[in-house]
């Protein structure tokens, strides 16, 4: 008897439907074709396992089971439930039973017990797409799958229960979707701008940043709280928005970092990878693409720490991701697209030692030391940085005041009321969200500079010898200025202060690197 199963597979962030044909035949042999890897071979052993703990077994007869389309290659255990089911289906063992109207997936236990997978979200929103009633899943997923509005989600911790639930011998709720997640805002207490003490003027490119979602990299001697004002950002971030949500917990789906029974993702990520990292973890790849460190950072934040000492080559792949915001990994046989919406944020000694141009301390690293030290990071990736700033350490009788510093909620009121601003004024632009995604076309638009800004900008040109696409980037910061000032009109003030932040490291008794 010929009978159809309904999966799914991942490609980038979207997923395909994979119909699982099985058919048995007189003969005594279990053939899986269709491009599976080990993995889906080897379900027949996990198969045969959980269906004799349930007192069932796969017929002594020839198994055939295609999983089209053919020429997409199949990975993953995920296929042990829908192929067990099937073959179930196959031998008249599920009578009746509702196949065709729900995406089944799941690993197999030896015991029939069932295992979380990665993806589902993807192919949950697919299958609704696609027309489906519902999905069957193991619990671990439930939550996950459960975002998808008007989709039943089933989600089961045995195969016995897919069988009953299959044969309607018993009845089972869906999971439901809890819409006061979205409302969640988990704010760590032990991370505030409260307790920051000076560093006001690093506090303030902090908020500019994030008011605008722009690039910023702090340069300063060991222990002048580079580090520790970078883990604070997340703090004054605004919350993400439904759509956000969706598209940062697929990603985190697809590459299985979705923890057991959670739904959606709504705190806006912050990846902090090792120095060590390489081309493909940072930005994704390998034989079965997964998504790299800029993807999981999507909407939210990745922390280079002390960006120097990341390979030449690791950092020059940012570039494009930080200029497209999209990531595209070619391979001979497929190409996929991750997304890669990110606030860079990057943070580095001035010298080898650390010391150079220290208030107090002399720096002793040899003649050439510093520009070597300085070069490992490329002009052009430093242009795509909007802000530069340099943090100094604290004054002692600073550091012993008991005055707290402004907290992060109240900084994160003036982001959100300017992040509102930028909504509003982009809500026909699709794609673009904030100031920092502006385009050229955009920039003429809502960033109209009188005489006195263009003069100002002018001179900084000149002055500093910056690119175009630094000129378009104070033009950015200068509007972000505005929004958190709740000005219409860019002022000349304004254009100072993103000047400011580009120059701050050339000040830096003529730092030797050239912009």
């Known amino acids: 008897m010929l009978v159809k199963i309904f999966g799914g597979a991942v490609y980038g962030i979207n997923a395909i439907t994979i119909t699982i044909e099985v058919n048995i035949l007189w003969g005594a042999k279990f053939i899986i074709v269709g491009l599976p890897d080990n993995a889906v071979k080897e379900s027949q052993q996990r198969i045969d396992s959980a269906l004799r703990e349930i007192g069932l077994k796969i017929p002594g007869k020839r198994v055939i089971i295609n999983m089209a389309p053919a020429d997409v290659k199949k990975e993953g255990s995920a296929y042990d439930l829908p192929i067990g089911i099937g073959i179930l289906a196959a031998n008249e063992q599920l009578p009746d039973a509702d196949l065709e109207h729900y995406v089944i997936m799941g690993e197999l236990s030896l015991d029939g017990s069932l295992q979380a997978v990665k993806g589902v979200l993807p192919i949950a929103i697919h299958a609704k797409k696609e027309g489906f009633k519902g999905i069957i899943l193991p619990h671990q997923n439930a939550n996950e799958a459960a975002v998808v509005q008007d989709f039943e989600v089933y989600g089961f911790r045995h195969i016995n229960e897919v069988i009953a639930f299959l044969k309607k011998e018993k009845s089972f709720s869906p999971a439901v979707f809890d819409r006061k997640i979205m409302e969640q805002h988990s704010d760590n207490e032990l991370l505030d701008f409260k307790d920051v003490k000076g560093q006001e003027n690093v506090k303030r490119a902090m908020e500019i940043a994030a008011a605008g979602g722009h690039n910023m990299i702090m340069i300063g001697s060991p222990g002048s709280g580079k580090t520790m004002l970078a883990r604070r950002l997340p703090t004054i971030l605004p919350p993400m928005t439904t759509e956000e949500a969706l598209e940062t917990t697929k990603i985190h789906s697809v590459a299985g970092k979705i923890q057991n029974n959670n739904s959606l993702i709504v705190n806006r990520p912050f990846r902090s990878p090792h120095h060590t990292i390489s081309n493909v973890a940072l930005v994704g790849g390998g034989s079965w693409p997964q998504p790299g460190e800029i993807s999981l950072a999507h909407n939210g934040i990745l922390f280079l720490d002390e960006l120097p000492e990341f390979q030449r080559s690791v950092l020059e792949v940012l570039r494009q991701p930080l200029e497209d915001r999209m990531i595209s990994i070619s391979r001979s046989k497929f ?12 943070s580095m000694n001035p010298c080898p030692c650390g010391y150079y141009n220290h208030p107090t301390k002399e720096c002793n690293c040899p003649p050439g030391a510093v520009h070597k030290y300085l070069s490992k990071i490329s002009g052009p990736l430093l242009d795509r940085i909007d802000i530069h700033i340099e943090v100094v350490p604290v004054e002692l009788d600073k550091m012993t005041s008991n005055t707290e510093s402004e907290p992060s909620a109240a900084i994160r009121e003036r982001v959100i009321a300017a992040r509102e601003i930028q909504t509003a ?20 638009k809502y960033c109209l500079l009188d005489d006195r800004c263009t003069a100002l900008l002018k001179i900084a040109m000149q002055r500093f010898g910056l690119s175009a696409r630094a000129y378009d980037r104070i033009i950015k910061l200068s509007r972000t200025i505005a929004d958190l000032e709740h000005s219409e009109k860019i002022k000349p003030e304004y254009i100072a202060e993103a000047i400011q932040y580009r120059s701050s490291i050339l000040a830096l008794q003529q730092f030797p690197i050239a912009f």
Request: proline content about 6%; overall charge positive; glycine content about 4%.
């Open 335 to 346: 190409s996929v697209e991750y997304p890669a919406n990110i606030m860079l944020i990057a």
């Open 425 to 444: 004024r982009f809500r026909e632009h699709q794609g673009i969200y904030c100031n920092a995604q502006m385009t050229s076309p955009l920039l003429k």
